[in-house]
């Protein structure tokens, strides 16, 4: 009898200790926000080169969208965008870094996908962009449309999703073809260039960047199709629900903050404002930056640092960028598009 009550009392300690530590979130204290702050800098994952995502000038400066998150996500801690390390890593690379430590935050052109969490242990927090998987074909393939590119060669970056959905739309459609799979995009991409394969398929905002980095990019061109659906976004760790929720209202935010109509140059006037919804942003009310482990200006230093969600769109990849591609899918909910973010209330 005394045996068997102590094998209970060890069984009912243990499943103590277990609810204690999987059942509710943990606190931030000791986390990766502690870590950023003592540290003094964020450390953010970036692409190794992406025209309008993340690319670094003959100065050593990065721009580009993907980098501008990451400077917002610094501006809201250290009131201080340029507090940012970058770290440029590949599309293999990339999960491997992030879970081992070696960034805080991975901001580079990721899609969102149920293995990623689930088997990786990561959390997306939310979508930034809006993406689809396409072609890109040399104007010497005589093909309008993806479904007319039987027999071809076709390069791919291994180990992505881009890979996955080339092997799913081919044979769903029956269409025969020659894989040609390379360790990078600079590789694939190069290859296409040098015509070891005529096609070349990637997210069709990444198609846009690599078609200006040809000899001749008006002699390519991208087939209208999209073959997938490419939510990207930020990524964090899943260990540290504290710095996910943080990271995913900075995204927020700058969504929220273009609805609201506050930009990089009018936060005067709405530190000013009298408006409620106005005045939570800006932390005037509410108390939402306690509740992140900040003080409550974290919202409008992120714009005022990056601008909201349309300007570092525009400025990055819209109709007046290099790129030149129309905001489509990723203009607010409001105005014909999907861009929708929860209240700050």
């Given at each position: 009898m005394l045996n068997a009550a102590k094998t209970y009392l060890r069984s009912a300690l243990a499943c103590f200790a277990a609810v204690t530590l999987w059942g509710a979130p943990q606190p931030a204290a000791a986390g990766t926000l502690d870590t950023v702050r003592q540290r003094g800098n964020l450390q953010c994952g970036v692409s190794e080169g992406l025209i309008g995502f993340s690319e670094k000038d003959a100065q050593g400066a990065w721009s580009?969208?993907?980098?501008?998150?990451?400077?917002?996500?610094?501006?809201?801690?250290?009131?201080?965008?340029?507090?940012v390390s970058f770290v440029p890593l590949s599309a293999s690379q990339r999960f491997d870094a992030l879970r081992a430590g070696q960034v805080d935050l991975l901001s580079r052109n990721s899609s969102w996908t149920l293995a990623r969490e689930a088997e990786l242990g990561?959390?997306?927090?939310?979508?930034?962009?809006?993406?689809?998987?396409?072609?890109?074909?040399?104007?010497?393939?005589?093909?309008?449309?993806?479904?007319?590119?039987?027999?071809t060669k076709i390069c791919v970056e291994a180990g992505t999703t881009t890979q996955l959905n080339l092997s799913d739309f081919l044979r769903s459609n029956s269409i025969t073809y020659e894989e040609r799979a390379f360790p990078t995009a600079a590789a694939a991409l190069a290859a296409?260039?040098?015509?070891?394969?005529?096609?070349?398929?990637?997210?069709?905002?990444?198609?846009?960047?690599?078609?200006?980095k040809l000899p001749r990019p008006a002699d390519a061109v991208i087939l209208p199709d999209v073959i997938s659906k490419e939510p990207l976004g930020p990524v964090t760790r899943g260990d540290d629900f504290a710095w996910f929720t943080f990271v995913k209202w900075v995204n927020f935010a700058l969504v929220n903050a273009e609805e609201l109509g506050i930009t990089s140059t009018n936060t005067a006037e709405a530190l000013a404002s009298a408006k409620p919804d106005v005045r939570r942003f800006i932390g005037a009310e509410g108390g939402f930056?306690?509740?992140?482990?900040?003080?409550?200006?974290?919202?409008?230093?992120?714009?005022?640092?990056?601008g909201n969600y349309s300007e570092l769109y525009e400025r990055n990849l819209g109709v007046k960028s290099r790129l030149g591609i129309p905001r489509g899918l990723n203009q607010l909910w409001s105005m014909g598009g999907i861009l929708y973010a929860p209240p700050l209330r």
């Open positions: 580009g969208f993907d980098v501008d998150f990451c400077r917002a996500v610094a501006a809201a801690i250290f009131d201080d965008p340029a507090k990561l959390s997306f927090a939310g979508v930034t962009y809006h993406d689809g998987q396409g072609f890109m074909i040399m104007k010497s393939v005589t093909a309008t449309s993806a479904l007319e590119l039987d027999r296409f260039q040098a015509g070891e394969c005529n096609v070349l398929t990637r997210d069709q905002s990444a198609l846009y960047a690599e078609r200006l930056g306690k509740m992140l482990g900040l003080d409550n200006a974290w919202a409008i230093r992120a714009v005022k640092a990056v």
